[in-house]
C-alpha cells in the first residue's frame, strides 16, 4: 500500500502578515508626507506678500466667488480631500491667513466638486442603456445631495454664521491653542525635516527673494499634498478594496442607519469619497444595488471625507492653527448636519432621489444629456456665478 506524501505547511499567512505590515509602513510614509506638504503650503503662502494675498482674499469675499473656487479646484483635481487640506493649510497659515469666512463656502464647493468622479465612471455605461440609466442614478444622487445641503446651509450661514461658530466653539473645546499663543504642533519638528530640502531647493534658487521662495515651498508642497494622496489612496485600496466590497455588500439589504455607518468606515479606511462613490457606480449598473441602498453609503462617504481634513490640522502650528482646526470641523459639520437634516424625512430625502432618476431617464434616452449635465453643473456654473461677479 503506497503512503500518501505529507502535505506541507503552506507560508501564505506569513507573506500576508507581511505585506500587510508593508502596507502599514507605507501608508504611515505617505500620510507624514501630506502632512508635511500642508505644513509647507502654509509656510510657503506666508512669504508671498500682502499684495498679492489680499487680491485673492479680496476676490474669495464673495461666497458665490468662494464656492466657485472649491467647487473648479476640486473638479480638477478630482479629489475634495486635496482641496479642504490646502484650504486647512491657507486658514491656519502663521502670517496673512485666509479668513474663515472666505474658507467656508469654498468647503462647500469642494463638495459639490468631488462628485463629478463617480458621475464620470458612471459613463462607461453608456452604451448600456438599462445599465447607464441605474449607474448615472446612483452616481447623481450624490450631487443632488450635496447641492440641496449647500442651498439649505450657505444663506444659513451667510446670515447666522452657524458653521463657522459652531465648529469655532468646538475647535475652542478641542483647541490646540488659546487665541493668540503659538501653538506647535507635535509632529513640527519631522515636518520640518522632511521640508528641509525644498526650502534648501527655494533658498538656493532665489537667495533674495522671499516672495519667489514662498512661490516654490508653496507649489512644491501641493505637489507633495496631491502626489502623496495619491500614493495613499493607492495603497490603501490595494490592500482593503476586496474587504471593502464584501462590506458594502454585505450590507444591501441592512438599515440605512447601518448603510452610513459602512459608507463612513470604508472613506475613512481608504482617505477617499469617490472610492466609495465609485464602487456603487458597478455595483448598481449590474442590478446588484438599488438607489434607496446606495444613498445612505454615499451619505457615509461624505461624512467619512472630512477625516483628511482633521489629519491636516494636525501639521498646522502658530497663532493661528485654532482656525485650521475650524474649518475642517466646518467640514464636518456641514456633511452631518446635512445628513440629518435631509435622511431621515422621507418627503426631503425623496427630493435628491427624485432628481436623480429622473435626469437619470432623461440621460438615458438621450446621452448629449448627461455630457451637458456634467458640463454646466461642474464647469458651466461656476462660469457663470464668476459672470455674475463683474
Not at 123 to 145: I, K, L, N, P, S
Not at 306 to 323: D, F, I
Not at 373 to 381: A, D, H, M, N, R
Request: hydrophobic share 55%; glycine share 8%; net charge positive.
Amino acid at each position: 500500500m503506497t503512503q500518501k506524501p505529507r502535505s506541507v505547511p503552506v507560508e501564505a499567512p506569513v507573506e500576508v502578515r507581511s505585506d500587510a505590515f508593508r502596507g502599514v509602513l507605507l501608508a504611515l510614509f505617505y500620510l507624514l508626507i501630506f502632512l508635511a506638504g500642508v505644513h509647507g503650503l502654509g509656510d510657503g503662502f506666508k512669504m508671498l506678500g500682502r499684495d498679492l494675498l489680499d487680491s485673492f482674499f479680496s476676490a474669495t469675499e464673495n461666497p458665490l466667488i468662494a464656492l466657485m473656487v472649491g467647487i473648479l479646484a476640486t473638479t480638477i483635481v478630482q479629489s475634495s480631500s486635496v482641496t479642504t487640506s490646502m484650504v486647512v493649510a491657507l486658514v491656519a497659515a502663521p502670517e496673512n491667513p485666509l479668513p474663515l469666512a472666505n474658507a467656508v463656502p469654498m468647503i462647500l464647493g469642494a463638495n459639490i466638486g468631488t462628485t463629478v468622479t463617480n458621475t464620470f465612471v458612471s459613463m462607461a455605461y453608456v452604451g448600456r442603456r438599462d445599465e447607464f440609466q441605474r449607474a448615472f442614478a446612483v452616481a447623481t444622487c450624490h450631487d443632488f445631495f450635496n447641492f440641496l445641503t449647500v442651498a439649505l446651509l450657505l444663506p444659513l450661514e451667510l446670515l447666522t454664521g452657524y458653521l463657522q461658530n459652531t465648529a469655532a466653539m468646538a475647535a475652542r473645546w478641542l483647541g490646540p491653542a488659546a487665541p493668540g499663543l503659538d501653538y506647535d504642533s507635535p509632529l513640527k519638528v519631522v515636518l520640518k525635516v522632511l521640508l528641509a530640502p525644498v526650502v534648501g531647493l527655494a533658498e538656493w534658487a532665489l537667495p533674495e527673494n522671499a516672495q519667489w521662495q514662498g512661490v516654490i515651498i508653496a507649489v512644491v508642497s501641493v505637489g507633495l499634498i496631491f502626489v502623496a494622496l495619491a500614493q495613499l489612496v493607492r495603497t490603501l485600496r490595494r490592500r482593503l478594496q476586496r474587504q471593502m466590497e464584501r462590506l458594502v455588500e454585505g450590507t444591501l439589504a441592512k438599515s440605512g442607519l447601518l448603510g452610513i455607518l459602512v459608507g463612513v468606515l470604508v472613506t475613512a479606511a481608504v482617505q477617499s469619497s469617490s472610492i466609495t462613490t465609485s464602487l456603487l457606480v458597478p455595483l448598481a449598473g449590474a442590478g446588484i444595488l438599488t438607489l434607496n441602498q446606495a444613498f445612505p453609503v454615499t451619505l457615509g462617504a461624505n461624512i467619512g471625507t472630512t477625516l483628511t481634513a482633521l489629519l491636516a490640522s494636525l501639521a498646522v502650528s502658530g497663532p493661528n492653527a485654532t482656525a485650521g482646526v475650524t474649518i475642517a470641523l466646518v467640514h464636518l459639520l456641514f456633511n452631518l448636519t446635512g445628513t440629518i437634516v435631509i435622511y431621515p424625512f422621507p418627503p426631503i430625502r425623496r427630493i435628491p432621489l427624485a432628481l436623480a432618476e429622473g435626469l437619470a431617464g432623461i440621460a438615458a434616452r438621450s446621452r448629449r444629456w448627461a455630457v451637458a449635465y456634467v458640463v454646466v453643473l461642474f464647469y458651466g456654473l461656476p462660469a457663470l456665478l464668476a459672470f455674475f461677479d463683474r
